[in-house]
């Protein structure tokens, strides 16, 4: 089944403790993105990879990490959460950059305490 | 830079009523995409449809219709006699072409409450 995997799904933490959120797609993507969900601001890009080894910041890429090291995943980390980053995330991919459909993982609910 | 509005926070309607959310967006690009997609209480991001800036016909799909008018910039869904499973956020969402990454702006999401 074509699909986009993320882990954990729900995660509390404590500020500053790092932590990595897995992304992993099985469709050969070239496309892969980092969107976080807050209440009445809709979801905003993190970061995006256009291919494997490039990447480059979205909208709201301070405090976050990610790496592209594989075509089929795209880790994001956080080096030191604090408690604004507390979030619902969502990983996306889709076959290239352009009018393709993305399509996105189930969400990981991050709670920093 | 891309903005996309959905003024509508939430809208409440009662079964077999018909309902329209409204999206209005902004964009400098010719060349842009026009997305709706649905957000079920499970959480999931459901794609509805995808429209280019190119193609200004109306769609429907089922209950589902979509009016693009560019000379508005409007990308307006309506659902038809709605029933108690389409309640959900609603999100519209713009992709200006090739530039900007790619990447999806959304809109702040329409939280649409559909009672029996």
């Known amino acids: 089944e074509a699909q986009v995997t993320q882990n954990p799904r729900y995660l509390i933490t404590v500020t500053g403790k790092k932590l990595t959120v897995t992304c992993s797609q099985n469709m050969n993507h070239e496309y892969m993105s980092w969107y976080r969900q807050d209440p009445g601001l809709g979801l905003r890009q993190i970061y995006y990879?256009?291919?494997?080894?490039?990447?480059d910041k979205g909208d709201v890429p301070e405090g976050y990490k990610v790496s592209r090291k594989e075509k089929r995943n795209f880790p994001l980390i956080l080096e030191s959460p604090s408690p604004n980053q507390t979030s619902l995330y969502f990983c996306a991919s889709k076959l290239a950059a352009g009018m393709y459909e993305q399509f996105f993982g189930p969400g990981t609910r991050l709670t920093v305490l | 830079a891309q903005k996309v509005t959905q003024a509508q926070t939430e809208i409440s309607v009662v079964e077999k009523e018909d309902v329209t959310l409204d999206c209005v967006y902004e964009t400098r690009d010719t060349t842009y995409y026009l997305f709706w997609y649905k957000q079920p209480p499970s959480g999931e991001l459901v794609f509805l449809i995808r429209?280019?800036?190119?193609?200004?016909q109306n769609e429907i799909s089922g209950r589902y219709s979509w009016n693009f008018q560019k000379s508005t910039s409007s990308f307006n869904f309506t659902i038809t006699a709605s029933q108690v499973v389409d309640s959900a956020v609603y999100f519209c969402a713009l992709s200006e072409g090739e530039t900007s990454g790619s990447r999806l702006t959304f809109g702040e999401g329409t939280q649409l409450t559909v009672n029996p």
């Open positions: 429209r280019n800036s190119f193609d200004e």
């Open positions: 990879s256009m291919n494997v080894e490039v990447t």
